[in-house]
């Protein structure tokens, strides 16, 4: 298996499968092993299906009224076809072939426009192409993209693991521009792309943390086009508010908060410029302030928002008391902790925003939201705390297992562990509110090391993704992601290159065992990419990042502007995990925060590494 | 780490811990990195400590009054210690040095007969000895065990799972003879050997299937000894019956069955005579005719036995009817298909014993009985299906799921898929019992692929040992080890070869995953350094093993008869998993069945391989 390609033997129906694909487009090659008649299936699982004769075409029903079309050439004329047309559910057509044809050739185009841009799609990109021919076109495509970071020295696993994670970036979003038009299901309709590609499915909640500040890094333009999409489908969307996570089929404004807004800031103040920084503001505060919070909705604001918006936080329930709100979804429930911390983030980012802008008063009304988390901070325990409507803390309350399925009642996905660390736009604050530098760290310890306290059968039947513990600390999904890297706030940085490596070695393998969760198409998989060459963007909608432990001798990033950076660790290994020193284009660096702009001059990042924690490194 | 010796470096304390091992003896060596004082503190959970101002000695309480003594002298002398003597639950004494003694080397000797003993076990093996002399005597000790089987050729991983579980399968029994006594827990008592090691230690329920055929293969004298120290068991307990379950504090009686009769017969069939064989049937045969068959109990036989011994299975209960037998264990249950099912084997291998011995009314007697499975076949399903007292199967009922907590109520641990295929001592009368090879094949085939049906924490919470799935396959528990190879009884080894070589790579692996459940003290491990090597004992009790797919392009096993058996498996890897032709000894071999006296007689069985099954390989 590779990027452009796949090859499976089917040992019990002894076939050979070859795929190869292009944009739009694909070719299977089936070496059929046994002497009998050959025959394929051809199912539209829910819609319709056509036999002309020479091509077959039809779609398949997604949700939303989106449709996705086929256009399928078999090279060799089938001797016989089951019908000329099959619609409803499970449609299939069956195409056969005498034993003497031995191998079946079939190209297909898709669209989500229609069958003849199938058929265009199938044309332009695969017609008259043998199998080698588009495979080797897809190979140099994806080394271009893959090239633009070159690693080496580390071990085969680690290699394998970081290309995998890069390839995985690229996965998500998806331009869906065909020969300049593309059908949006946010309107629903065909719209020209004016020669700048339409992206979508983007999951934000996941992507704004890495996935989206690795693209800037790398792959500036495609970014802009990306945040111009986002635009495009405010715009097309009943009210002009930022999506939150747009899908093929619009957006399913899954999850909680609008961190959209985040990744905009971030390309903003990185100097990514290819897109309305007005607009992009007005969806943003579109979204948080109209829209309502309650998660996975895209309802106007109710009861629930004006609450926020006049007291700070999101009001929970007890176990005992029945939800009232209709925007509040029955599963997903109000997630109260999440949405607080996470709509104080979107709104420090607005602030930023409206500053840029010159708007002050939004500036300061958003500033004084951002510290909204503040008010479900316990200082008893240390911990952010659900409370109810007239403020008071929920209690009892164990933070390891309270708010039912996914702790969605009070957090959401992962336990009150994890968001204890959700304040990515004020770790200074953070860390003042839990007492100081020593008392933080010893929290980020006590996480590491505090049992899971159920079998693990009742633990994950309640907390599915909250896998890949090493305490309380989950590695399988993005809330957790910037975690290990707050010791570098805390002046023990070498915790924080010890954690790196081990939770990477542990929970992110070249075998079996794969990603330890929730991947999210990029999401888990760009943070693979920056923690491996060595740094982290802890707080996007800043230009700082916060170094980490670097897997390879030797790294090679093109930042896309005529420029490279060099990232050398020398005797980087597993053992040898520990920055001993580092400079930055010849100056001693002592610090474990390096600005992008800095970086994006290009030049050389030299750490020396070492088999024993160097506790006097970085903490100036 | 190694089988001999251990390092770990404790970064958060910087300290630097070595540890190597003799028999009864083993050395410590600190090095403390912090400038700080040093102290050590020892533990005895629950007995008695006492300092003498140059030693340590004391014990820890186990069960069913057996203690493990200590001596231990450090070779620094301390500065201080808390106390001269410490008693009862976590009683402790505390070294201290000052922060000058940056290194400290601690040697200690255990016994299970008494301080005095733990002293002269510490001054035999490891006083005045160093470090290094200790672990070099310890690699020279593990190398020539583990060099009974060389292995070449296949991948790196694929080697270190070998000789791991070619360690592991020495991991248990083991031999408790301290200069020439050892203390029984049988009998409470202090025995002399006799020059002869006494071994304990012996899950039998797990090692009966492979661990022991493992042993007879390449360590035949040690077998012996073992089997000898079933005897003496069986002597020193109150009733002459065979253990099941032989630890160092006695015989738990843990599991059901008693499959330790099995062992026995493997032995006396493959020629093994150091031992008394008359003995060796009538403990078999108290324990299975006079001891109950309730699962995890030593007591007489009751109700329960009557009813097995005349009717021929151990009856079932309903969900709602309440257990009333005094020896059944309320956790345990009566586990009736696994009890009825495992003592048919049991009793067909003493029918096997009873015809050597010329006894032949036993003979007769115990060969009807080995038909018992019969009994519980429902032809209906082609599963072995629990029965009430009455006859009439339990009904409605769920192959999977049913019998609570580990099925325990009617299976063992496993489900009744797993317990479809519990008849390895008359596979031919299971075949027809499903209606002949094509159907037997069949249902291998689907357990493969049947799905859990539930959500795994649903699964897994109510069958916990039911883990490494593949469908309703478990990869996790001994009841399964066979189950792969029936394949070959089939006329199928093409899918016994295939099935061997992916379950072991999804599930034994070099990596975080280790291996995928019970491993048992060489249950597991010993079934892996068979099917490695490319063949394995279906049926212990027999002469015969069956083939597999040998992962190495070189295998020489040194018989311990002056022989050595050479396999070859040439182009053998993880796609070449097919054998395309074989020979022993130059002539050709199209059977997948091969006898231990012909391998005995060593020389070389040779392997073609290849990347495509050749389906009529092996179906002579």
Redesign the interface.
């Known amino acids: 298996i590779t990027p452009y390609s796949y090859y499976v033997y089917l ?1 019990e129906a002894d076939i050979s499968v070859d795929y190869t694909l292009s944009h739009q487009s694909a070719i299977y090659e089936l070496n059929f092993g046994k002497d009998e008649d050959v025959a394929v299936i051809l199912n539209s699982r829910n819609g319709e299906l056509n036999w002309d004769g020479t091509a077959l075409s039809g779609y398949q029903n997604l949700v939303n009224n989106t449709k996705v079309y086929l256009y399928l050439v078999p090279e060799q004329t089938p001797e016989s076809v089951s019908d000329t047309h099959a619609s409803g559910r499970n449609a299939n057509l069956v195409l056969s072939w005498p034993k003497e044809n031995k191998k079946l050739t079939l190209r297909y185009g898709i669209s989500f426009i229609d069958e003849m841009q199938a058929r265009k799609n199938l044309e332009r990109e695969v017609s008259g192409k043998s199998y080698s021919e588009i495979a080797d076109a897809g190979r140099e495509l994806w080394n271009t993209e893959l090239s633009k970071i070159e690693v080496s020295g580390g071990s085969e696993d680690d290699k394998v693991l970081f290309y995998t994670s890069l390839y995985r970036s690229y996965e998500r979003p998806v331009s869906i521009s065909e020969d300049g038009r593309y059908f949006s299901a946010f309107d629903g309709k065909v719209h020209e792309d004016f020669g700048r590609p339409f992206y979508t499915d983007d999951w934000i909640w996941d992507s704004y943390r890495a996935h989206h500040p690795l693209r800037i890094l790398i792959d500036a333009k495609r970014e802009e086009d990306i945040l111009n999409s986002f635009l495009l489908m405010s715009e097309q969307m009943d009210n002009f508010w930022l999506p939150t996570f747009p899908e093929i089929t619009g957006d399913s404004r899954r999850m909680n908060s609008n961190h959209g807004v985040i990744t905009l800031l971030d390309a903003h103040v990185k100097g990514l410029k290819n897109f309305d920084l007005e607009k992009a503001y007005l969806a943003g505060k579109g979204a948080i302030m109209e829209k309502t919070l309650a998660p996975w909705s895209g309802a106007p604001s109710g009861e629930l928002d004006k609450f926020y918006h006049e007291k700070g936080f999101i009001p929970a329930l007890r176990d005992s008391e029945v939800e009232t709100i209709p925007e509040v979804h029955s599963f997903e429930r109000r997630q109260p902790v999440a949405v607080t911390l996470g709509t104080s983030y979107d709104q420090w980012s607005l602030a930023q925003l409206a500053k840029s802008l010159g708007l002050n008063d939004d500036y300061e009304y958003f500033m004084n939201a951002s510290y909204n988390y503040r008010n479900l901070y316990n200082k008893e325990t240390g911990f952010f705390h659900p409370k109810d409507k007239n403020g008071n803390f929920i209690q009892p309350f164990d933070y390891r297992y309270d708010g039912g399925m996914g702790a969605r009642g009070y957090y959401g996905e992962n336990n009150g562990w994890v968001y204890r660390w959700d304040v990515p736009h004020n770790i200074p604050d953070l860390i003042s509110l839990m007492g100081g530098k020593k008392q933080f760290a010893n929290n980020l310890d006590a996480m590491f090391v505090e049992p899971l306290g159920k ?1 693990k ?2 633990f ?2 309640e907390l ?1 993704d909250h896998t890949g513990n090493v305490g309380q600390f989950s590695m399988a999904n993005e809330p957790s992601l910037h975690i290990p890297y707050l010791y570098n706030y805390a002046g023990e940085p070498w915790k924080t290159q ?1 954690r790196i490596r081990t939770l990477i070695n ?1 929970w992110f ?1 070249n ?3 794969g990603v330890p969760g929730d991947e999210d198409g990029g999401g888990l998989s760009s943070f693979i990419v920056f923690s491996q060459i060595g740094f982290y963007p802890v707080t996007p909608g800043t230009t700082e990042y916060t170094i980490g432990s670097p897997f390879f001798e030797k790294v090679k990033v093109n930042l896309g502007n005529g420029k490279y950076l060099e990232i050398e660790a020398k005797n980087s290994s597993f053992e040898n995990k520990y920055i001993q020193s580092a400079s930055f284009n010849g100056k001693s660096l002592n610090s474990a925060f390096i600005d992008h702009f800095d970086l994006m001059e290009g030049g050389k990042l030299v750490f020396e590494m070492g088999n024993r ?1 160097n506790r006097s490194w970085g903490i100036e």
Chains 1, 2 share one sequence.
């Open positions: 040992d079998s059968y009742a994950y039947s599915p010890k542990q393998r075998d079996l065992m924690a």
